[in-house]
């Protein structure tokens, strides 16, 4: 169990019965103010490097195919030996955060994160650049719950918190997008390899203000790591992951998937049995019970689906359907890209302190889902000024309003000895959200698009055959056809999300909750 002489009071005035209210805020313009959004440009600068790997690769994988000799069958392990690591191991990173200290795994893992990047540009051959980036999600996994544990232990209360979360939060949303654009200039005028590369100096960069600027609690003297539930946890995720992964080449009635996806729920569920027993949990069951932390871990992974279905598609379309360069496509997003900021620092972070988190959860994801369904209309003939940017600039400002206070409630109320658990389980919600968006979404499209193609091809064939150039335009067709229907049941999704923030999401504003506090009620 923690030490209860090492817990940070920054939060324990969050849980019932605890003695110590909220750390005081330093006053603006103090050099502890200052110190802290320097702090928070440190924390910042890490989270976008690990979200931008996640897409960043995926611009430059035909270049790195080409030139290390990938099949068509193995280049997949590009993207799932990253997302199987990091999804699969972000509840033990998490955990040891809380026991080690989140500023030893914050810097730690930016330094392995560094080493495994240069590893994976250097590479020779496909083993290389797969072990390459498993290290990468490994390491991930270590970095990112220690960044979001740091970011709320930072910035524990009031309109400052809900700032620091805005910018916390447009980097969560809008770093894929970032990625894309990254990935394409980057490929298109140095190399491949410069995808990996270009992480090594931002680590460095993050290494040092790390050292200089952050601050956190020692570990947990005493405290042991639950071995049982590692095992159980993590091999329940990775399975779980493995199994989304292979869906998309192997199809979800294989053998293969239907074994990993059954037997991950059926490790996750003697997980969950085993953390109410044990008494050093790995996941703490409170934290999830709690409606408003688990409605808006559910959020977060139901709003991560549209979002991964959005790039993965409008990135095929624009690039294969529109003849878009990988720059110019990386371009295409950044409209998104912007309005995803403005919907986290301009508005959520202004409104969050005095709304109840549903009063902006409810608009946004609402919002999202408009904008995915006006991206139902396109065919090959659609133009982007016309018939995408509209769509996704209203994405993007669903998304903004979405990932602020999602995460920001997901991670209150909790104690600093769990603080890292907290955020990991966050993060683990995104990475399965993306998982199940990128394996169930490109289900639907490619089943979709073969039935298409299979009807109206035979009645082509029946009618005499087509000409090259009426069947190219037919299978145009009938792939943007599969695109729209995934992308219809991505906007589902987000208002199957909205129903969600309305009935579970019901939580006071911040600034209700720190009144409620100070003045408790007469016994």
């Not at 949303?173 to 490929?187: D, K, Q």
């Amino acid at each position: 169990m923690s030490d209860p002489a090492n817990s940070d009071p920054a939060n324990s005035g969050s849980r019932p019965g605890s003695p110590a209210g909220p750390r005081p805020r330093p006053e603006p313009g103090t050099e502890a103010d200052t110190h802290r959004w320097w702090a928070l440009a440190v924390i910042a600068t890490a989270q976008l490097m690990v979200v931008l790997d996640a897409t960043i690769v995926n611009i430059a994988l035909p270049s790195a195919q080409r030139d290390l000799g990938l099949t068509n069958g193995n280049r997949q392990w590009v993207i799932t030996a990253y997302t199987l690591a990091f999804g699969g191991l972000l509840l033990l990173g998490g955990r040891i955060a809380d026991l080690v200290g989140r500023k030893r795994t914050f810097v730690v893992g930016l330094i392995g994160f560094a080493a495994a990047s240069a590893i994976g540009g250097a590479s020779s051959g496909p083993e290389m650049l797969f072990l390459a980036r498993a290290l990468q999600g490994a390491f991930a996994a270590l970095l990112a719950p220690s960044a979001l544990s740091l970011l709320t232990t930072t910035f524990t209360s009031g309109p400052d918190r809900a700032k620091a979360f805005g910018v916390f939060s447009a980097i969560a949303g809008a770093g894929s997008a970032i990625g894309l654009l990254v990935g394409g200039v980057l490929t298109e005028y140095l190399s491949w390899r410069w995808c990996l590369y270009v992480n090594v100096p931002i680590a460095v960069t993050a290494v040092v203000g790390a050292f200089t600027l952050l601050s956190d609690r020692a570990g947990s003297r005493g405290a042991r790591l639950d071995i049982p539930g590692v095992i159980l946890g993590c091999g329940g995720l990775v399975a779980l992951v493995y199994g989304l992964s292979e869906a998309e080449a192997e199809g979800w009635t294989a053998p293969l998937v239907l074994g990993l996806l059954i037997g991950g729920v059926a490790l996750l569920c003697a997980f969950v049995g085993w953390q109410s027993r044990t008494t050093g949990p790995l996941l703490p069951l409170h934290i999830v019970r709690d409606r408003n932390r688990g409605g808006s871990m559910l959020i977060m992974c139901l709003t991560t689906v549209g979002l991964f279905g959005a790039f993965l598609f409008m990135t095929y379309f624009l690039q294969n359907i529109l003849g878009y360069s990988p720059l110019r496509t990386g371009l295409a997003f950044l409209p998104m890209t912007a309005s995803i900021v403005i919907g986290s620092t301009q508005i959520s972070a202004r409104l969050l302190p005095y709304v109840p988190p549903r009063f902006l959860l409810v608009p946004g994801l609402l919002l999202g889902a408009g904008g995915l369904y006006s991206l139902t209309s396109i065919d090959i003939h659609s133009s982007y000024p016309t018939h995408i940017l509209p769509g996704t600039v209203l994405l993007g400002l669903g998304l903004g309003l979405t990932f602020m206070p999602a995460i920001s409630t997901g991670t209150s109320g909790v104690a600093a000895r769990d603080a890292g658990v907290t955020s990991a389980t966050v993060n683990t919600a995104q990475q399965v959200g993306g998982s199940i968006g990128t394996a169930l979404l490109n289900t639907i499209a490619t089943t979709t698009t073969s039935a298409y193609l299979a009807v109206r091809l035979a009645a082509a064939e029946r009618e005499g055959g087509l000409t090259p150039a009426e069947r190219t335009d037919l299978v145009n067709t009938g792939t943007v056809h599969g695109f729209t229907v995934a992308i219809a049941w991505a906007a589902v999704i987000l208002v199957a999300a909205a129903i969600v923030a309305a009935l579970v999401v019901t939580g006071a504003s911040p600034r209700t909750r720190e009144a409620e506090a100070a003045n408790p009620p007469p016994p």
